[in-house]
């Protein structure tokens, strides 16, 4: 297998952190996000800015995120379906 054919498997591959942030906003709004992903960028005077600084710090928080961002595009294609 090819590193190309690998990244094609990868629903992430082409995927900014800003753009995961930007789509599970928009998909359910600050306070829903923060009820799901218990980080304080979430809950507290939120903004891509605060949540790109500490998710790029903090491996598990996002883990955390793009695990939903993923489901939630599941989600979205099966319904479309």
Known sequence: M????H???NP????????IIDTLVAHFG???LG??????CFTTDPS???SL????KTPWARKKVEDL?????KSVWKSSI
């Open 53 to 56: 600084t500490f998710l790029r």
């Open 35 to 40: 009820d799901r992903v218990k980080i304080r």
């Open 48 to 50: 891509v800015k605060s």
């Open 30 to 32: 600050w306070e829903t």
């Open 12 to 19: 992430l591959h082409g995927v900014s952190l800003a753009q």
């Open 7 to 9: 990244q094609a498997n």
């Open 69 to 73: 961002y993923i489901s939630v595009q």
């Open 2 to 5: 090819t590193a190309g054919e």
